[in-house]
């Protein structure tokens, strides 16, 4: 009897452990003293993310003499103005990034070039667009870093870290009505019971991120007060969503004694501001519209198109690739190409 008492007890020891780490954890103050604003890392889950972490060698330059791409191919619509070698380092880099196993072939119907059939290679000429739109005109966020397909792709057809609408959940019991997307421990909302879905209101509809009110919560559908209770669960979702994608604690951006309060804010929140808009802006503007070039199977369970989220990029790191400037060995990604 006692035998199984003690094993009992350790067992139970085990299972309530079993969500803690082990020590050493390191922590680094990143606020004034005394406001606790401090990170907090284990060193372990820091050498796993570093091996994930790390930019491909760029290939060398390629001369810009010679005769253009849009003189020599017959259907380059957006990269034109580069030298044929320079086009050519291009297609290499970004079969390298997106396609690595089925190479040319994935967006190519290797008999004809200029052929636009298959979907991939109208997605791909879309996303070169959107990768050049984020180096040009989000700087207040990716700043000289910038990105490449490989900061969203690291070699995948599609990024590992994306996000479409879940289904609709109901209670068993029905009389509870609908489930709202909570209590269901989804990695989206950090294992918590909070809402899965923080995306469609605030990286793809721009509701306000807010959870204080200074006015009665009145009002109904788009006029609603957001600052419910329900709608704070949202906010406090995406914000669990943004500290995981980082690999940070909330103390990164917030002093926490007053999460709304800019002033006492560090100025990582300012840049985190601007990529909740530039995520936003990827979704509508560039991914959303694509929606119909997909095959279904490539579609979530409400049809919709696999969107971005600040894990897309960043997959844990506070900067995606710890920072690593590739995108600056790709001028071509620069800015946005002049339309012909
Ligand atoms: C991820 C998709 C993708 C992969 C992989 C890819 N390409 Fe392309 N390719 C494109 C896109 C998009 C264009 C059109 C670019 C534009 O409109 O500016 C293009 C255009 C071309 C053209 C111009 C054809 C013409 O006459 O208009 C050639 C040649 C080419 N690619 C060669 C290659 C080679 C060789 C490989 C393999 C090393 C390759 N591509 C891999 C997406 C891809
Ligand atoms: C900000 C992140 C991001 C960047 C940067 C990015 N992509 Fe994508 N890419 C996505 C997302 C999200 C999808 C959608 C996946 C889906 O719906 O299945 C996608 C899908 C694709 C697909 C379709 C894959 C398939 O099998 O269905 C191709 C091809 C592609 N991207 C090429 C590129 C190329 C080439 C670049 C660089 C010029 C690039 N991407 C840059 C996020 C990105
Ligand atoms: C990477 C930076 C960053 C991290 C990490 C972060 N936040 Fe935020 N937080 C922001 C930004 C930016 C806003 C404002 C968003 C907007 O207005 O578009 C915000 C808004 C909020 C608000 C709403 C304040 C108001 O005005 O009503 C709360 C509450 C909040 N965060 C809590 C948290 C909590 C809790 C955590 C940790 C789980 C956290 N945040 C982690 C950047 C961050
Ligand atoms: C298109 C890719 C991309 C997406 C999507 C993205 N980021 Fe970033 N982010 C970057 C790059 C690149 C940098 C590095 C900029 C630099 O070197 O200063 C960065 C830097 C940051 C920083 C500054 C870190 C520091 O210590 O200076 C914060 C905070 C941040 N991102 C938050 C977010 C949040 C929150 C989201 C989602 C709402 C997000 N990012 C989505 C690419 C992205």
Redesign the pocket.
């Known amino acids: 009897m006692k035998i199984m008492l003690k094993t009992a007890l350790c067992l139970m020891a085990v299972v309530m452990l079993a969500g803690c780490e082990r020590p050493p954890i390191e922590t680094v103050q990143t606020g004034f003293r005394g406001t606790g604003m401090e990170q907090i890392y284990n060193p372990r889950t820091l050498a796993k993310q570093a091996s994930l972490n790390t930019a491909p060698a760029a290939a060398e330059a390629a001369s810009e003499d010679g005769p253009k791409a849009k003189d020599v191919y017959k259907n380059v619509q957006v990269l034109g103005d580069l030298s044929v070698g320079q086009f050519n380092r291009h297609m290499a880099a970004?079969t390298q990034?997106?396609?690595p196993e089925a190479g040319c072939a994935?967006?190519h119907n290797v008999q004809n070039f200029a052929d636009d059939d298959k979907?991939?290679?109208v997605?791909?000429?879309r996303?070169?667009?959107?990768?050049?739109k984020?180096n040009q005109d989000y700087k207040a966020h990716v700043a000289e870093t910038g990105?490449?397909?490989?900061?969203?792709?690291r070699g995948n057809?599609?990024?590992t870290q994306?996000w479409?609408a879940p289904k609709d959940r109901l209670y068993a019991n029905s009389l509870l009505g609908d489930l709202a997307g909570q209590n269901m421990a989804t990695k989206a909302a950090g294992l918590t019971s909070l809402p899965s879905d923080p995306f469609s209101p605030y990286l793809m509809n721009a509701q306000p991120i807010r959870v204080n009110s200074n006015t009665a919560m009145t009002g109904v559908g788009a006029n609603a007060n957001r600052a419910s209770t329900k709608q704070a669960e949202h906010t406090y979702s995406l914000m669990v969503h943004m500290s995981e994608s980082l690999g940070v604690n909330c103390t990164y951006c917030h002093n926490t004694r007053n999460f709304a309060s800019w002033e006492e804010s560090r100025p990582e929140r300012v840049t985190a501001w601007h990529g909740i808009r530039m995520?936003r802006d990827?979704?509508n503007e560039y991914?959303i519209p694509?929606?119909d070039q997909?095959?279904a199977n490539?579609?979530?369970p409400k049809g919709d198109?696999?969107?971005?989220n600040c894990s897309?990029?960043h997959q844990g790191a506070y900067k995606p690739l710890y920072g690593a400037k590739m995108a600056k060995d790709f001028p071509e990604?620069q800015t946005l190409a002049a339309k012909p």
């Open positions: 970004i990034w997106v396609a994935y967006c979907y991939t290679k997605v791909a000429r996303m070169i667009e959107m990768t050049q984020v990105v490449t397909c490989y900061t969203c792709h057809n599609i990024p994306v479409t995520a990827l979704n991914i694509l929606t997909f095959p490539r579609l979530g198109v696999a969107k971005v897309t990029c990604l």
